[in-house]
């Protein structure tokens, strides 16, 4: 019976991919291409095809897939895992803000359309464009609350970049160990001392996200040495406490981030002053 439920599930994944081809090639493609000159039938079709069609069926497809399982990493828009949740830092927002700005990080604006136009034309250009946007990646079942980012080289394509997401210390206490602890979407106060979880990587030039083929940043592949160099650039400034560091082995102490969240270590500290 469970045999048959797994070939049942592949078999409507295949169907999904098939549809998924056709409707983006002899619907969107060919309605596009009786309207519009080939290249401009060309770049619709790869719109709607990447950030609509596409994103909606790996969603569909996971949710046939019956993907359950505790997060380990933060998720994109189309539901695919997105950058490992590697550090953790304890403070208030403001607390948060001042150390970054005391590194030299820049605040992430909001993504909007302004933005994003802002962000293409830099990235083309290679300007500086220091408070660039991030995409939205999510955990908490929301997308980050905060983001600092700093440029390598002074180019919007390689830069520095931390997202956070804030959970009370109460709730994070209270939850801790369960799977409920991913599930908490409600955010603390900006005054209040919270659980700033978050994933810190390094950009390193433009990719495609694999199966949607949206345009992003690619992302090097070792975040143990971002979070690592994250760390000791706090530390060296003496604007974090203490540093534990624990890996998935180890069950994580209260009001600290679960053990779940990566394969590797998660660095841990309270924010100073």
């Given at each position: 019976m469970r045999l048959l439920s797994v070939?049942?599930?592949?078999?409507?994944?295949?169907?999904?991919?098939?549809?998924?081809?056709?409707?983006?090639?002899?619907?969107?493609?060919?309605?596009?291409?009786?309207?519009?000159?080939?290249?401009?039938?060309?770049?619709?079709?790869?719109?709607?095809?990447?950030?609509?069609?596409?994103?909606?069926?790996?969603?569909?497809?996971?949710?046939?897939?019956?993907?359950?399982?505790v997060p380990q990493y933060t998720s994109a828009g189309d539901g695919l895992p997105g950058d490992p949740v590697n550090v953790?830092?304890?403070?208030?927002?403001?607390?948060?803000?001042?150390?970054?700005?005391?590194?030299?990080?820049?605040?992430?604006?909001?993504?909007?359309?302004?933005?994003?136009?802002?962000m293409i034309r830099a990235f083309v250009l290679n300007q500086p464009y220091p408070t660039a946007p991030f995409s939205t990646l999510y955990l908490f079942g929301r997308g980050q609350d905060i983001g600092f980012q700093k440029a390598i080289g002074n180019s919007p394509r390689k830069r520095h970049h931390v997202r956070f997401w804030s959970?009370?210390?109460?709730?994070?206490?209270?939850t801790l160990g369960t799977p409920g602890f991913w599930h908490n979407d409600s955010r603390p106060s900006k005054d209040e001392r919270a659980l700033w979880v978050g994933a810190v990587t390094r950009d390193t030039g433009l990719s495609l996200t694999w199966l949607s083929f949206q345009i992003t940043h690619a992302t090097d592949s070792d975040t143990n040495a971002e979070r690592d160099l994250l760390i000791s650039v706090l530390r060296a400034r003496q604007l974090i406490g203490e540093v534990q560091s624990y890996n998935e082995s180890q069950e994580l102490p209260a009001r600290r981030v679960n053990h779940y969240v990566f394969d590797g270590d998660v660095s841990v500290a309270e924010l100073s002053g």
């Open positions: 070939l049942w599930r592949r078999a409507l994944i295949l169907g999904l991919g098939f549809f998924t081809v056709w409707l983006i090639v002899f619907v969107i493609f060919r309605f596009t291409d009786h309207r519009l000159p080939w290249m401009l039938a060309v770049g619709v079709t790869y719109g709607i095809g990447a950030y609509v069609i596409l994103p909606w069926a790996i969603r569909l497809g996971l949710r046939i897939l019956k993907r359950k399982h953790a830092l304890i403070g208030t927002q403001s607390q948060l803000r001042a150390a970054f700005a005391a590194l030299g990080w820049a605040e992430a604006e909001p993504l909007g359309l302004g933005s994003s136009w802002r959970l009370g210390l109460t709730e994070a206490e209270t």
